[in-house]
């Protein structure tokens, strides 16, 4: 699917860190060249909502058709997703999801059940009405009726350690976002949740790992952080294949280890630069030049159904 431009109003609650703040102070949090609707020198009080307007540029997507339906049934779909699209609408992909691309299928109101990352492929559940959402998750969350999921991920060989056939990370996660400053990265290191991933090798060549990982818990990126903390990371992930630097943030938060990521992350940022600017807005355009990760959710048992995808890798 082609890429999309348009402009979009978009609005949020109020963050707790932006309590007291002006609201022209917070510009500078949100993707791209934006317009803050409302009185710019006003502070942002706990109940305000936050409206802005902005020029949206979609990136191309892989295209959804009826050959990655796994299963249709009365309450839910089950979908074989694809790498390099997101589940549903954010501020900078609003057309080009997963439940968009479903409503052409004629799949008009679907919920997703669960989070897979934009560059994650695989099993996919989604419900059909918040009711079954709801019940989905509550079940997940009893430990008699919990869910089982799998992933498989590929890691270059020569990262694994030796004798490995297993083993188990049990690091604890922290959400980690460099547009919030040092101070506010502490707060969250500081709030870590406890996180296990195990990890059984598959298969091994010359080049490459083939790695089966179960969750015990959800984090965000906890395969992937779990991954680059034991020093092997996934091939071609961008950001956690990064020569060791998450895995010293974890092991110490110092302010030199933050801004070598953010170092890595702004050279990162400048090589995906075109040297052009959007005709309609001013913005730098940027190329996606990572579209798929070699990361897929290859089995989903739940309430007496098994699901299960092969990776393209």
């Not at 630097?245 to 801004?259: D, G, K, M, R, V």
């Not at 989903?300 to 699901?307: A, E, P, S």
Request: hydrophobic share 35%.
């Amino acid at each position: 699917m082609s890429s999309l431009t348009y402009y979009k109003i978009v609005r949020t609650k109020a963050k707790g860190r932006w309590f007291n703040k002006k609201l022209k102070e917070i510009a500078g949090e949100f993707n791209g060249k934006i317009e803050l609707i409302g009185d710019l020198e006003r502070e942002i009080e706990r109940t305000d909502e936050i409206v802005y307007k902005i020029h949206v540029h979609e990136p191309p997507v892989s295209v959804i058709t009826r050959d990655d339906i796994l299963d249709d049934k009365d309450d839910f779909l089950v979908i074989n997703k694809p790498s390099g699209i997101p589940i549903h609408p954010t501020v900078n992909y609003n057309k080009n999801t997963v439940t968009e691309q479903l409503k052409a299928l004629g799949f008009p109101h679907l919920f997703p059940c669960y989070r897979l990352d934009r560059l994650t492929s695989g099993v996919l559940v989604l419900a059909k009405s918040s009711e079954y959402a709801s019940q989905f998750n509550k079940q997940n969350q009893n430990e008699a009726t919990k869910h089982h999921k799998e992933y498989i991920a590929r890691v270059n060989s020569n990262t694994i350690p030796l004798m490995f056939n297993q083993l188990q990370c049990d690091q604890p996660i922290f959400t980690f976002n460099g547009k919030r400053g040092y101070e506010n990265f502490l707060t969250d290191f500081n709030d870590q949740k406890p996180s296990r991933t195990d990890f059984f090798l598959l298969k091994k060549d010359i080049e490459y790992a083939t790695i089966r990982c179960i969750l015990h818990t959800g984090r965000t990126h906890q395969i992937r952080k779990h991954l680059s903390i034991l020093g092997m990371p996934i091939h071609n992930d961008e950001v956690y294949n990064d020569g060791g630097l998450f895995a010293n943030l974890c092991q110490t938060p110092s302010i030199e280890n933050y801004a070598a990521i953010q170092n890595r992350a702004e050279t990162q940022r400048q090589r995906k630069q075109v040297g052009a600017q959007c005709a309609e807005c001013g913005v730098d355009l940027y190329l996606d030049t990572v579209s798929n990760l070699d990361l897929h959710c290859s089995m989903y048992k739940f309430d007496g159904f098994t699901y299960i995808s092969e990776p393209d890798f």
